[in-house]
T-cell receptor, first 108, second 115 residues
């Protein structure tokens, strides 16, 4: 059974700091997705990672995929309040298998 | 206009009632999904459909049924609602094919409360 584990599940940080969210998974998939969800809102696709070594960046967010380690990271650089949200990773194994989400709170 | 719409957006009902949640999409995608979201549990797949004639059970299909009325419409029914079906329900779509990535696009969600 494919399992997807995110850590931390909750993160409170100050503006201007850097931090990384980790997504570990248990099979050999080479396709991984990151989504953002604002409170009470829907999920928005952030990054699609389709191969080992893939790296995508958008503003202060950068995602990477290491299929050999079965690990993806979402790195936040110089965090700003607007990045406060819950971030989900999902691994493709015929269907998408979702992590539990990381709730990120960025304090001004 | 939104590409994936869900109705209703909020619903409060009583135990034992039949409820239907509807999803429509204008993205032209063949694949449609119904998910349930509970706090701390991420998303769990209820049913999915790869085309009008294809319906598949997901991880937590018990107590739910679906209907794919057209390429653009996918409905979720709770035949006899129970309180532990209180959750946020999302419809999603993705493009056809095993080559392209399975990037999914989500509707705004339906918040269902069963009393």
């Amino acid at each position: 059974e494919l399992k997807v584990e995110q850590n931390p599940l909750f993160l409170s940080m100050q503006e201007g700091k850097n931090y990384t969210i980790y997504c570990n998974y248990s099979t050999t998939s080479d396709r991984l997705y990151w989504y953002r969800q604002d409170p009470g809102k829907s999920l928005e696709s952030l990054f699609v990672l389709l191969s080992n070594g893939a790296v995508k960046q958008e503003g202060r967010l950068m995602a990477s995929l290491d299929t050999k380690a079965r690990l993806s990271t979402l790195h936040i650089t110089a965090a700003v309040h607007d990045l406060s949200a819950t971030y989900f990773c999902a691994v493709e194994d015929y269907q998408l298998i979702w992590g539990a989400g990381t709730k990120l709170i960025i304090k001004p | 206009d939104a590409d994936v719409t869900q109705t209703p957006r909020n619903r409060i009902t009583k135990t034992g009632k039949r409820i239907m949640l509807e999803c429509s999409q204008t993205k032209g995608h063949d694949r449609m999904y119904w998910y349930r979201q509970d706090p701390g549990l991420g998303l769990r797949l209820i049913y999915y459909s790869f085309d009008v004639k294809d319906i598949n059970k997901g991880e937590i299909s018990d107590g739910y049924s679906v209907s794919r009325q057209a390429q653009a419409k996918f409905s979720l029914s709770l035949e006899s609602a129970i309180p532990n079906q209180t959750a946020l329900y999302f419809c999603a779509t993705s493009d056809l094919g095993f080559g392209p990535p399975n990037e999914q696009f989500f509707g705004p969600g339906t918040r269902l409360t069963v009393l």
